[in-house]
């Protein structure tokens, strides 16, 4: 499956950003920084504050001081989850053939709201319906069912039931086929290969690019691919090629830190004050104008 960026909401757009900052150990972003990113992506100022407000309505964030923004409370849950797909890797063991079981019919499935939060987790934990209300995944995952009880709890909004958690083994030899034919096991695999090439090949092309376009196409490609990573089942070998995926993971950590690099000198041009000059001046002067002056 080829990695294609899709286009970005502000709200998205803006969430992505502080999860990027978190990952850099900065708490906090400030309006300017945000409005010069959203800028980038043809977001007008209004569009950029409306998003901004909706997002701290909904708790996605918080603004701890005026002009600054951090994740809220609803984002955490998610945030925490996808801060770690450079460890996912870690959090799995040997697989040796049982699997991890939720049950959810005692779970409600008429709040839309909360099937569409639990439809999310189990999608990030690599479970899929193996018969009406059952879903599995392979038994790899470190920590076994309690591992797995824990991080739902941590992904599902509290008060909206996710099922019950088990271990299971001892499935027929039919039943057991059956539920390693629960993912398309070829797409994952075309996934990590083609990924991992468009990722190189930007890489290798990346110090020709003008800046913004640089810090436009790795915020872009980078969000895809980690998205890739995190909602990847991590599914053992021999059920995909856990070597292709290994591949991946280290080049989505080089093109991350090449993305980093260069998105802090965005924003750091973004927070520069602009040079005492005339209107038509001004307008004319980007972050990326202004990074570049002084790299």
Known sequence: MPLAPQPLTPRQLVLGLMLGAEEQRERTLGVRELLAACGLFGITENGARVALARAVAAGLLVAPERGRYALGPRARPLADEVGRWREAASRMVEWTGGWLAVHVGAAGRSDRTALRARERAFGVLGLAEFERGLHLRPGNLAGGAAALRKRLAALVPGGTGF?????????????????????????????????????????????????????????????????????????????????????????????????????????????????????????????????????
């Open 163 to 295: 099922g019950t958690a088990f271990a299971l083994g001892d499935l027929s030899a039919a039943d057991q086929r059956r539920a390693s034919g629960l993912w398309d096991k070829a797409a994952l695999d075309a996934g990590y290969r083609e990924t991992t090439a468009r990722l190189a090949a930007w890489l290798a092309a990346a110090r020709g690019l003008p800046p913004e376009r640089a810090a436009r196409e790795s915020f872009e490609l980078g969000r895809a691919a980690i998205r890739r990573l995190v909602f990847d089942p991590m599914l053992p070998a021999p059920l995909v090629d856990a070597a292709a995926r290994k591949r991946l993971v280290a080049t989505v950590a080089r093109f991350d830190d090449t993305g980093q690099a260069i998105w802090r000198r965005f924003l750091a041009g973004a927070r520069a004050p602009l040079p005492r000059t005339t209107t038509r001046t001004i307008t004319r002067t980007t972050p990326a104008a202004r990074m570049e002056a002084t790299t």
